[in-house]
């Protein structure tokens, strides 16, 4: 059985009154867009056209022991509860590996609800009640050992190809995603768009997996580069930070959005970070050197 985005939407409006009636506190649910829930209303009254943008929302939830709190990040697909729930629940007691189990048994449970079956208050209640032995478990790694051995870690470096990149919301969230998760790159927006994001393999695909909206086309991982390090890898890293790349349009077509971007500009920069190579893997073609 399926149902329409706009009886998926009331759905959601459902949950979203459920939850802040169990968490009424100012600030223990927190929307992304504040906006986002009477825009919801106005779509489906009809004083609005356009379709309204995903529900996003945190909910910071108090573990009681250990005493702790946890983050849970939410996104609502606009067909949730028929489309899978996106989750990612976040604490700073706990380390990568122990962040990771948590979200695969968190998205494991999620997993074996039916479509159609509203699952946010449900994931909210594992966490509640499953979390406390993420936590034990890494005090049982950490405490016995007084010299650790080196833990070997995967750098990975993505490039990562969309048609285009224009909406100035989805460029203001890769770049807020990309500072939060520590990874460092560039997203060229434009036509086409190129992204890339280097930094440890857990916050990359953490990355790859959030911006992937489920509406998004057109986009794709064209080039991974992985490299094994015990360092923290900040000495194999190409970029300092994250941030936006905007380079010239070819022709003088201003702010439409069918101009291309300049590739002889792009592949410039890459050679500057030392990434001449990824030019053909992106585009097809090879590179030519300007002093030639």
């Known amino acids: 059985m399926s ?30 867009d504040v906006n986002a829930l ?4 106005r779509y489906l009254e009809g004083t609005r056209e356009a379709l309204p943008p995903k529900i996003e929302f945190v909910i910071t939830l108090q ?10 990040q939410v996104t609502m697909p606009h067909s949730y509860p028929y489309a899978a729930l996106q989750l990612f629940g976040r604490s700073s007691e706990l380390d990568r ?45 950490y405490e016995p050992s007084t010299q650790a051995k080196p833990v070997k870690n995967t750098f990975l470096r993505m490039w990562i190809y969309s048609h285009h990149i224009y909406q100035q919301d989805l460029r203001k969230k890769i770049l807020d995603i990309g500072k939060r998760l520590d990874v460092t790159g560039f997203c060229m927006t434009g036509k086409p768009g190129i992204i890339c994001v280097e930094g440890f393999k857990e916050h990359c695909e953490e990355f790859w997996h959030t911006i992937r909206y489920p509406n998004w086309k057109h986009i794709s991982c064209k080039h991974a ?19 936006e790349l905007l380079l010239e349009a070819h022709g003088d077509y201003g ?11 792009f592949l410039e920069f890459l050679k500057k970070h030392k990434s001449e190579h990824v030019f053909q893997i992106l585009f097809g073609i090879e590179s030519k050197s300007s002093d030639s």
């Open 225 to 243: 580069e992985s490299i094994e390090t015990e360092g923290n890898g900040e000495d194999l890293r190409l970029f300092h930070s994250f941030e």
């Open 255 to 265: 702010l439409r959005n069918d101009y291309h971007m300049n590739l002889g500009q």
């Open 3 to 32: 149902a329409s985005v706009k009886e998926c939407l009331q759905l959601q409006l459902l949950e979203m009154e459920m939850l802040f009636s169990m968490f009424p506190n100012q600030g223990e649910v927190k929307l992304e």
């Open 97 to 141: 590996q122990q962040q990771l189990l948590l979200n695969k048994g968190l998205t494991s449970y999620v997993g074996t609800f039916d479509p159609g079956e509203l699952c946010v208050c449900a994931a909210i209640q594992w966490l509640q009640d499953n979390s406390a032995s993420y936590f034990l478990n890494r005090k049982l790694v």
């Open 38 to 41: 009477t825009n919801i209303k």
């Open 63 to 72: 573990i009681e022991e250990p005493k702790v709190k946890i983050d849970l």
